[in-house]
Structure formats: structure tokens, C-alpha cells
């Protein structure tokens, strides 16, 4: 079945302190993949997306993630994290076609120690 | 310009009764979905339209119907509140590229 894994549920990092996000994917074939951050209250906003290409993507808010086809994984990662970036992030998969879906992970939620 | 437009933000319904939440759209998307969230599940696909005059289920249809009233408005009714219904309600549209999201309404059902 298809399905898409955030094994860490809850993650605190230090401001100023790298962060690396995982998530793990199962399809039959290479999704398009995106990571997508939720604050508190509010909607999703699209962080980042990759469909081909180089595998290394960058996004906003100083955000990047890197496809690795071999692990089936899409990791979010960015170099000095800011209290602003307190807030829930979202893996997301989705096979474009007639009856396009998109499927989300569980979700890790983030906290930023002072 | 207003993106994914849906109404009501709040709602607290008795178990039984039922309602209908709007969503509209103006970015002229063809698809658009249905979600519901709850605490550490993600967000679990109720109903998605590929198109005008097209639905399917999604992960967790039961208890809910859709209407895709034209291109712009789809539509989540809940015939007979549960409790179990309890959750904030997404919707989004999708341009194949990237999805577009509502602010999302959070249904309480007592």
C-alpha cells in the first residue's frame, strides 16, 4: 500500500542549531514528493517540492531537502534554525495522473529551545 | 486574491444533526480535496474531485458525502454528526504542482 512515514513525532532543536526532518515513502513508483509546514491555527504552505530533476531542492524560508531514490526517503533540512520556524511539518506524496491524490504523513512537530 | 475560501471557521454540532461545509476555490484548479486532521494522524483524504462533475473516496469517506457543485465549489456534508467526527476540516486545490490550502474549520461534535 501506499504510504508515507515520519518516524519522529516530536523533535527540539536549540536556535541557531542544524534540523533534519525524515520522512519515508512506499509507492510503485518515483511520487512527486513535498514537504509542507503548518503553523499553529493556520492552513499548510507549500515549504518545497521535487518531481525530477537534481535531487537537492530548495525551498523557502532557508529549507532544503534531498531525494534519495535508493532509500526511498525525502528529508527537510536546514543549517540554523530560527524560533519562527516553531511549527508542524508535513511530508507529502502524490502520483499525478487522471485522479490525482496526495497523501500526507503524520507529521513532526517542532520546537525551538531559546 | 483569495486562494481556497472555506466557511464556516468554527462549528459545534449535537450528535445527530448534520451540516455541509463550503469550500471554494478561484485559482481554476481542476481537483480538489477533502482532509481531515487530528492529532497525530496527519491529514487523512476524506473525498477528492479530479474534475467538475467527478468524486472519489478517499482514506476515511465513511459518514461523509461530497458534491462538486461546479469548478470553483466543492462540498462536505455530514448527514448525521458522530462524535467520532471531531476534527479540523481541510480543503485544498491542486494545479498539479502544488496544492493550496484553506484555513480549515474546526468541527466540534458533543
Known amino acids: 500500500a501506499q504510504s508515507v512515514t515520519q518516524p519522529d513525532i516530536h523533535i527540539t532543536v536549540s536556535e541557531g542549531a542544524s534540523l533534519e526532518l525524515r520522512c519515508n515513502y512506499s509507492y510503485g513508483a518515483t511520487p512527486y514528493l513535498f514537504w509542507y509546514v503548518q503553523s499553529p491555527g493556520q492552513g499548510l504552505q507549500l515549504l518545497l517540492k521535487?518531481?525530477?530533476?537534481?535531487?537537492l531542492v530548495q525551498g523557502i524560508k532557508g529549507f532544503e531537502a534531498e531525494f534519495k531514490r535508493s532509500q526511498s526517503s525525502f528529508n527537510l533540512r536546514k543549517p540554523s534554525v530560527h524560533w519562527s520556524d516553531a511549527a508542524e511539518y508535513f511530508c507529502?506524496?502524490?502520483?499525478?495522473?487522471?485522479?490525482?491524490?496526495?497523501?500526507f504523513g503524520s507529521g513532526t512537530r517542532l520546537s525551538i529551545r531559546p | 486574491n483569495a486562494g481556497v475560501t472555506q466557511t464556516p471557521k468554527f462549528q459545534v454540532l449535537k450528535t445527530g444533526q448534520s451540516m455541509t461545509l463550503q469550500c471554494a476555490q478561484d485559482?481554476?484548479?481542476?481537483?480538489m480535496y477533502w482532509y481531515r486532521q487530528d492529532p497525530g494522524m496527519g491529514l487523512r483524504l476524506i473525498y477528492y474531485?479530479?474534475?467538475?462533475?467527478?468524486?472519489d473516496k478517499g482514506e476515511v469517506p465513511n459518514g461523509y458525502n461530497v458534491s462538486r457543485l461546479n469548478k470553483r465549489e466543492f462540498s462536505l456534508r455530514l448527514e448525521s454528526a458522530a462524535p467520532s467526527q471531531t476534527s479540523v476540516y481541510f480543503c485544498?486545490?491542486?494545479?498539479?504542482?502544488?496544492?493550496?490550502f484553506g484555513q480549515g474549520t474546526r468541527l466540534t461534535v458533543v
Open positions: 521535487y518531481f525530477s530533476g537534481d535531487t
Open positions: 485544498a486545490s491542486d494545479r498539479a504542482t502544488e496544492a493550496f
Open positions: 507529502a506524496v502524490a502520483l499525478y495522473s487522471s485522479a490525482s491524490k496526495i497523501i
Open positions: 485559482m481554476n484548479h481542476n481537483s
Open positions: 474531485s479530479a474534475s467538475e462533475g467527478t468524486t
